[in-house]
């Protein structure tokens, strides 16, 4: 009961929050002003949960046309969460295999392998998916074969491109997190003592590591998930993508803004609480995870 409380509390703390922060748009107008109006902040915030309450009467102009925000803000949120959904899984994927790998090498060649990836890391999001858009179109020209779609024309709706692009920088994140992980779990005493018994690393590293490392890559990956979010904005703009970011861009109001940043937050913090849920239940016997 505590923790189901926990959770409550946590997620209208979150959603509180996405309030506050969606009525400022109209009171830092005045900035332009030189005054700070907290009577429209006020009326901002009340229009805000007046439209959350009654969501089934929010309007949306779309084409000279007032159409209900209801379904129609669901097709650019499901795009967008299936995008980072499959961007965040292949990063982790490519992630955790390339850690896997790397952790067999000795220390200086992992040490040679950890300094590429940091240098990888700096290069900009908005360089690498040009650089995507450009090879497929380079290979296209010389082949004749179009590997994937390089933007959306109209309605359509592109994933595997924009897929690949978002996860490029977060798995290279996850992949220096999970080395400092793993190599942290490499010297504990139970691996020292599976090997003092003649286990190979290599078992020692999926069958014992593995899984006791995942579960701090799970928790800390959510500030991967954060900085997913702020590339997915740039990304749907060069990919033409019909997503949330254009979407909300598209209205400027606070309601509809707040309304969908709620709709398009509620999968991600489901998706983490169910994880880390299952992962107390299944891997520690339901004990807290510091």
Known sequence: MRKVLDVAIRFVLSCTGIILIGALPPFLAGLQRKTLDWGIYWASLKEIVYSIVHVQDVTYMYLQTEKPLFPFMLEPVMYSLSVMLGAFVLACTAALLMTIITIL????????????????????????????????????????????????????????LPIVCLSILPTVQ?????????????????????????????????????????????????????????????????FNMGGVTLFMMESLNPKIFTITLIAFFIPIFIFYTVGEWLIKRKITGGESIS
């Not at 240098?119 to 090879?135: G, N, Y």
């Not at 490499?186 to 899984?211: P, Q």
């Open 105 to 160: 090498f000795n220390y200086r060649v992992r040490r040679f392998i950890k300094i590429i990836f940091y240098i990888f890391e700096s290069i900009p999001d908005i360089l690498i998916i040009f650089i995507a858009q450009l090879s497929v179109i380079f290979i296209f020209q010389k082949s004749g074969i179009l590997l994937m779609d390089i933007a959306a024309l109209d309605k359509q709706k592109i994933y595997l």
């Open 174 to 238: 996850l992949f220096r997190l999970s080395m400092i992980v793993f190599e942290e779990e490499l010297n504990k005493d139970y691996v020292l003592l599976a090997r003092s018994i003649g286990l190979k690393k290599l078992f020692i590293v999926i069958v014992h590591i593995f899984r006791n490392a995942v579960i701090s890559v799970f928790f800390q990956s959510k500030k991967t998930v954060w900085f997913m979010l702020s590339n997915l904005f740039i990304l749907e703009y060069l």
